[in-house]
Structure formats: structure tokens, C-alpha cells
């Protein structure tokens, strides 16, 4: 089955930090130019980071700084390094490979 886990959110209050992981199975993730999004209550989805199979990447304005993405190719997974967290951070957090998306993990930052 070809599918993507996240996992890592949660509620962490302001200027703390998460790792999201974003996992796969029955594909090779370094094949795919890796995307994390998030999407807010009323809110579309806006792409947050991206990982090229070359291992360049690309940052929204909003989270430059204080994110960082990376992979790890030998675990067949993704992470997203949230430090500084501020609250208009919440949102559900989905990473995304080609036309696959998962389930999302919700991420909450609040005092």
C-alpha cells in the first residue's frame, strides 16, 4: 500500500519547537520532490517547505528561519524542524509526494 504517515504535532506553547515526520511505504520518497503544507481553520492550504530530490530547498516567507526541513533517506522519511513556533503556526500539517498527500497531524501553538 502506497501511503504517507505524519506524526509529531501537538500543542507546544509560543517560542517552543516540534519535529513533524512524514514516513513512506511501498514508495521511495527520494524519488519525489517532498512538500509540507498546512492548512488553518478558513484557510487554504499553503505550502510551508519543500525538499527537492537534489536536496535543495525552499522555505514560505512566513517560516524562513525558523523551520527546516530534511530527509532521511535510509528511514524513507521527511521531518520538519519547527523552532520558534508562534501561534499563527496552528494549523493541520500534511506532507505531500506527487499526487500523495497524508492524513495530516495538527499542530497547536497556544499559551
Known amino acids: 500500500q502506497l501511503q504517507l504517515v505524519e506524526s509529531g504535532g501537538g500543542l507546544v506553547q509560543p517560542g517552543g519547537s516540534l519535529r513533524l515526520s512524514c514516513a513512506a511505504s511501498g514508495f521511495i520518497l527520494d524519488d519525489y520532490a517532498i512538500g509540507w503544507f498546512r492548512q488553518a481553520p478558513g484557510k487554504e492550504r499553503e505550502e510551508v517547505s519543500c525538499?527537492?530530490?537534489?536536496?535543495?530547498?525552499n522555505y514560505a516567507d512566513s517560516v524562513k528561519g525558523r523551520f527546516t526541513i530534511s530527509r532521511d533517506n535510509a528511514k524513507n522519511t521527511v521531518y520538519l524542524q519547527m523552532n520558534s513556533l508562534k501561534p499563527e503556526d496552528t494549523a493541520v500539517y500534511y506532507c505531500n509526494a506527487g499526487l500523495r498527500w497524508g492524513q495530516g497531524t495538527q499542530v497547536t501553538v497556544s499559551s
Open positions: 525538499i527537492n530530490s537534489d536536496g535543495s530547498t
